[in-house]
């Protein structure tokens, strides 16, 4: 009995190997296009394994040892994968063209590429991800849209352009800033004079473009840039394509935001009061002039005759009890005949600092026919910071018309 048993497991153990081999079959089938013409060298795989091959130049494939359960992966660069059960010794597939990623359409120096055509480097922002953002110049729109972009603010000033630099640093005496094309004409960025009411003061050709005009930006990163452009492109290019009208009915698009910074915004830290900025500006004052080898008492008299003359003017006298360094300064108010300032310190903070507001109105119309097409607009942006001697006014106006004409010979 136990022989019986012991010879019917190893006669079904021997046989599972073949009964294995009997379900796996031979896959045949052809893979076309959309029209239906065969498509050669598509990848055929068995998901979940490495059981693959691919087609012939008419299409054809034969995959072997296919389970029953299995599912067939159909895959090539530039059309979408399909994935087919393998229910039949017979599988045919149809791979469709991946037309989001071959026809993008990208700025190339003066007309327009397909992205799978060019065989550069490039990044394509669309104007609709920068428009919202509450910033004066587009530049500061680009932070984190664009790989190997490094986009810097240079200033605090309201309205500066911020440093970009394309795949790091090429130079360490000329210029790093990219060439700047805009609807196909080069620019020169740079400070455009002064014309500001401030001594310190930034002003970029750059500055003056409304980002709600931008239609697309292109960002050129590579040595493919130099045959575009020579060597003006050795930093790289920013091509900006502006909003251009279509045709049909008159359209008009109004959009406005405003914004506020607060003070308790930047109250990120506990200022002195004027009680111990005073003292430790006697305190400095009094240590330069005896580390220069004066007694203490000339280092006082001359240490309260700079704060006299430095604070007088606003109304205030200072006085100590003797001539030592870490004397406590007592703050005199004077009487001017209009308010006795007795006790009653200027308030600095409140002077210099208040609530930030940035605010931008635009207003746009567009339009046209089969022959001419525009677009106009106007935009008011006002950026008014925390710093009250800091903010920026920018008045803007576009006008583009585009005719197009049609010779019959």
Known sequence: MRKSLLYAWMIIFLSMPLLLLAQARLITGTVTDERGNPLSFISVLQKGTNNGTTTDAQGKYSLQNVPPNAILIFSSVGRKSVEIPATSNVANATLQPDAQALDEVIAVAYGTSRKGSFTGSASVINGNEIKDQPTTSFQNALIGKAAGVQVTASSGQAGSVASIRIRGVGSMNASNEPLYVIDGVPVTSGNSGQMSDYIYSTNNVMNTLNPADIASITVLKDAAAA??????AANGVVVITTIQGKAGKPKINLRSSIGFTPSWATDNYEPAGVQAQVNMLYQIFHDYNTSAGK????????????????????????????????????IKGMTDGIENREGKYFDWEDALFGTGVYQTNDLSVSGGDQNTKYYSSFSYTKDDGRIKVNDFDRDYFLLLSKQEKEYRI
């Open 295 to 330: 007694t203490e008492a000339a280092a006082n008299l001359d240490a309260l005759s700079k704060l006299n003359s430095r604070f007088n003017k606003h109304g205030y006298t200072f006085q100590t009890g003797t001539t030592g360094r870490y004397e406590n300064v007592t």
């Open 227 to 232: 045959s575009l452009y020579g060597s003006r």
